[in-house]
């Protein structure tokens, strides 16, 4: 008979604490205080924090690499510092894919020294399908995660404008605000979808904004839940043609089941817009019904600087909705 030895090897495995970046150990400490407002700040990398209002500012969501440095002075200033959250639906719609990313990203947190998480997934999705459920457990089952794991940490989701399917994302907005403690409504971006003339229009005109605001309300979802989103950014619209009227027509750029969208154009950053519209054609105009700036300029060689006529074949940009 054959004689078998086996030998057992004992595996040590040693969890290491993440060590705390900042100068004060306190400042590793994650913020558990409730605001009774929120000013939530979306950082996309780079030191631009160091110039924020910070007796304003109360979260930010770091959408750029990891700033060890931000989450010290955030926390610093008692405001919290939380991940962004994103993954492709048709992958969490397997229960263990999402518990998986889940656990990933609460441990990320905490080795990080952060105070939640922002879960911005702006993907198309059908009512009732295996993603739509699949999202709303996701929102569910990430808060009570980081809840459980990170006391008094931060869940919030960010939605379109309006919840009636903008760009197809026909998410269950009720349950899903049940579940998070925010949701970050995005005011901006509201010609992702033009159903109706190709034309330049605001990036986030108000009458239509504040439409949003009450279909949101009109679900009886908790006003003190909703986190406005203001674009600090406009949009470069080249004109095929420029009518009589000052109507800038658009190329058609098909988005998500709408034959145009704000994708005709290219977004500009508000530095860039207040430069160019000392330079522009008209000045700082207004439109009344929008209730929003802008400004016509024209793409010439300097030695063309001449103002075209409006209905002109010449190329004229508009540029919409700087957000003063």
């Not at 929003?292 to 063309?304: D, E, G, I, K």
Request: proline share 6%; charged share 20%.
């Amino acid at each position: 008979m054959s004689h078998f030895l086996l030998i057992l090897s004992s595996i040590i495995v040693v969890c290491r604490a993440a060590v705390c970046p900042c100068e004060s150990p306190e400042l590793c400490q994650q913020i558990r205080d409730e605001r009774d407002f929120e000013v939530f700040v979306f950082d996309v990398g780079g030191k631009i924090w160091k110039s924020y209002n910070w007796s304003m500012v109360t979260t930010v969501a770091t959408f750029g690499k990891y700033d060890a440095e931000l989450m010290c002075y955030a926390h610093s200033k008692g405001a919290r510092v939380v991940l962004k959250g994103d993954v492709p639906l048709s992958y969490i719609v397997d229960q263990h894919n999402r518990t998986e990313w889940i656990t990933e990203k609460v441990n990320l947190a905490k080795n990080q020294f952060m105070d939640g998480i922002n879960i911005d997934i702006e993907q198309a999705v059908d009512q009732g399908s295996p993603e739509y459920h699949a999202l709303t457990d996701l929102v569910k089952e990430t808060t009570e995660a980081f809840h459980r794991e990170i006391p008094g940490s931060q869940v919030s989701f960010d939605v379109a404008w309006s919840p009636n399917c903008i760009d197809k994302r026909c998410y269950d907005y009720v349950t899903i605000a049940e579940s998070c403690d925010l949701l970050f409504v995005m005011s901006y971006d509201e010609q992702s979808q033009i159903m109706g003339d190709c034309i330049a229009m605001a990036n986030a005109p108000l009458s239509q904004t504040l439409n949003g605001y009450d279909q949101f309300l009109s679900l009886k979802i908790d006003p003190k839940k909703l986190v406005m989103g203001v674009p600090w950014y406009g949009y470069d619209y080249p004109c095929l043609n420029f009518s009589q009227e000052g109507v800038c027509s658009l190329i058609e750029v098909p988005f998500r089941g709408a034959p145009c969208s704000d994708a005709a154009g290219k977004q500009k950053p508000y530095k860039w817009i207040m430069k160019q519209v000392n330079s522009s054609l008209s000045g700082r105009l207004w439109d009344d019904k929008q209730k929003a700036p802008y400004f016509n300029y024209q793409c010439l060689p300097v030695s063309r600087r001449a103002v075209p006529k409006p209905g002109s074949d010449e190329d004229v940009s508009m540029l919409s909705n700087p957000h003063r």
